[in-house]
């Protein structure tokens, strides 16, 4: 008989998003009917996004994965059937024969990224980590920049409660469009500003989030550091700092002052665009419209410079004494809630002749690295949570790379373009059909996810995965492999949490967290103690830190001057709402939105070069050219393009270009992806 | 169409052919080895009704001239067509033809559902793979087939179902097969899909 009633399963969106959305799940008769938000999340309070809302057709589309596929010769579109003990035979033999071919396990590499940001999803690190030192990729395209400036300045990641910013007189959105991106976030703003505070974007496109403000300031790409020094240069002149606070909490104004007065106005004024009287509006805000709450979106620091974009403002925030006051603070990104053990990451093999650890590589500069280590080479590639060939730079080169691997096996839910590229692709679980738990980089909620359905075809989660394989290595030989193979989902779940952490959430047991998600009891206002895990133990203008590894001891500076004749635009990658980079993209209703990849550009610049409103054009730089169709948008400035990184396209034009930090947190430095520049022609 | 002309079809020959499609969309043919594909070939070439049709008579055609090349791709064919992991050109739901995004496990899957159920029937697996792919709809025509008191419920499943959307799906083989089977297969369904529309047309005896 048909069931009449719904069971409600609670889940959480495991994309890399501010939000972490928990979710309901309703199901009757073994189907997902429906999905909601969950109105006991208390920062996303039962509201999902448009993507949210759709995972019933992410979930139940046709085209998932559904059985285990090999594909033989790579890329020829020539797919089997596999059964999963073949593939699991397949994937066990190549590690057993390499391990006996180089005497290590270095041959095998792991490509991993956010996909998925469950933590029940590093079964497969932990898998790598139970062999011996393997090869990984290591580093982070996105943050990495922003994260070192903040651990400069601040020493830890901290975030702000939402709700802090219903204290504040002056909201600066700096660098994001969270109605694109973080929806959430502006029921609270727009609360904010119903209570008085004025919001302020600052911005190089004049988004839908710049549209719903007060004030919009629209400045030249990665110019964020040139404006934050001639607003602080004007703070300085006037006396609008906060000299009480300065001298409590912070270390190295003296010098900071020193720095800043000989450098130029002019120069900074032109650098980021501005003029002296949005100087003095942002400095004046700054110094008498407290508090100042300012958010740092993740595109200002994707720069060459973008480490010390984030350190101009921190330092600006810190000069006027915009810090752990209520309604304050540099928001960025935080990782203080993040309390769970690891234990997944920790079974590391018992026999000490084994190696641990890994031999990085570096995950911006993959396809390099690959080619570079060679004392053994990467034979072997897994690649997870990861669409490794539309979200890298250098893509022939990273295709030539691959050639030399002999096994290539990506999990996944879809065939992407990696995995077209793989000889293996394992059908992967969404998060309606397996156990995980997910923090948030923003908010402070941790959620839990439980299935909700049987696992589509025979999908199965990577925690399986890594155990079956596990378990088969070790039928091979005795402890082969440390991670284990027989703990349920729910016991690695168990051993996530610690008392300490389970008095953070104020539970006893993490079922409880079946009833609702909880909340990390961590302060709500960012460094309200004052209290800074830096050297000083105060609030670094002057980094000492940052200067031993050869970087710029203060945030603030003026850019160097390396707009290239040959290739005077900037070309900007700003997501859009209805995908995340490569995911959601297949979405039928999605595709009907944008049917075909656009680049805005302002109708002067249009009218300039002869290229009329939705035509084809060129758009070339010394690493290559796409074609790709022009829409008018005076959201732009004259020097600016937009493309929406949705598609694959846009790869032809990227290299990998250092961005000054990223090393101290993340392994690796962060790619400015934001720097790009190109030239246009008409077709 | 001229009704005598093709209504000539008998119960025997109707579950052959209603066989033959279960064991092609589960995928056993894929196993089958060459020597098999010419019994295979005389059993087809006895459906006199099928000889009836030009798509019949195409199928039989292009499986007279199978090629050791057509007889390796198959099963790469066979994937692309109806079992990913690429994009299904052909795709074996029903909800890919029926529903407004494409997405299976809606309203339309668990209509065929239904139909399962009240004949006491029910998917292995049920919620893991969806209840409308051709296979099932196929093997549930069969369990209805046998019995002629299954007539009114075999009528109404093959108009409500079936019959509905094996066209679209057939359109969508013949653009995008590039083998000699999976293009065989699909005018074998094609015409024996008219033999059937027909049968109901001239409201003879279904089961």
Sequence with gaps: MLDQTYSITRHVCPRNCYSSCSMLGYTKNRRLHKVTGDPKHGYTKG??????????????????????????????????????????????????????????????????????????????????????????????????????????????HQTSDMEDILHAETIILWGINPVWTSIHAMNYIYEAQKQGAKVITIDPVYTETAKKSDTFIQIKPGSDGALALAVAKYILEHNLYDAEFLEAHTNGWDELQEYIQPLSMEEALQQCGQTIEAIQFLAERLGRSKPVYIWLGFGMQRHQNGGQNIRAVNALAAITGNIGHKGSGVQFGQRTTWKFTYNILNYLPTDKKKANGVRPLDFNNFANDLQK?????????????????????????????????????????????????????????????????????????????????????????????????????????????????????????????????????QIECWRELLKGPRRVNVPKTAWEALEFKTPSGKIELFSQQAREIQLSPFGMALLDNRRSENYPFTLLLNHEPFRINSQFQNLPSYKK????????????????????????????????????????????????????????LINKLLTFTPADMGEFVTGGKGNALNDLQVNIAKL | MIYTEINNINQEERLFMYQLFLHYYRGDLLKLPSAEWGKLLEMLERQHSLQSNDWGRKAIQQLQNLTDQALETFEFDFNRLFVGPNKLLASPFESSYQNFEGTVMQAETLKVRRFYYYEGLQVANEGGLPDDHIQFELEFILHLLGSEDKNKVLQLFLEKHLLKWVDQHWARIEEHSQNQITLAFGYLLKGFILLEKSLIEGEGPLC
């Design chain 1, 47 to 156: 509201l999902l996004c448009a993507k949210g809302y759709n995972y019933i057709n992410n979930v139940y589309h046709p085209d998932r994965v559904k059985y285990p596929m090999r594909q033989y010769p790579r890329g020829s579109g020539q797919w089997q059937r596999i059964s999963w003990s073949e593939a699991i035979d397949i994937i066990a033999e190549k590690i057993i024969e390499l391990y006996h071919r180089y005497d290590s396990h270095l041959s095998l590499g792991l490509n991993k990224y956010s996909g998925n940001m469950g933590v029940l999803h590093h079964a497969m690190e932990g898998f790598f980590n139970g062999l011996g030192r393997t090869s990984r990729a290591v580093g982070n395209p996105c943050w990495a920049p922003g994260m070192d400036a903040i651990y400069y300045d601040y020493g830890e």
């Design chain 1, 373 to 505: 280590q060679q004392d053994p080479p990467v034979k072997f590639l897994w690649i997870t949570c990861r669409n490794l060939l539309t979200q890298s730079a250098n893509i022939q080169q990273l295709k030539k790379a691959l050639q030399s691997l002999e096994l290539i096996v990506t999990v996944e839910h879809f065939l992407t373009e990696t995995a077209q590229y793989s000889d293996i692709v394992l059908p992967a679980t969404t998060q309606f059909e397996e156990w995980d738990l997910v923090a948030s980089y923003w908010h402070h909620w941790i959620s839990i996810n439980q299935p909700a359905i049987p696992p589509y075809y025979e999908s199965k989660s990577e925690l399986e995965i890594a155990r079956m394989l596990s378990k088969r290595l070790n039928e091979y030989e005795e402890d082969f492999s440390a991670f284990p193979s027989d703990l349920t989902d729910e016991e690695f779940i168990e051993q996530e949490f610690t008392d300490e952490f389970y008095q953070s959430l």
């Design chain 1, 593 to 648: 939105i944008n049917k075909e990849p656009c680049i805005y550009i302002h109708p002067s610049l249009a009218k300039e070069k002869g290229i009329r409103a939705s035509s084809l054009i060129r758009v070339f730089n010394k690493n290559g050219e796409i074609v790709i169709r022009a829409r008018y948008s005076e959201d732009v400035n004259h020097h600016t393009l937009v493309i929406h990184p949705n598609h694959p």
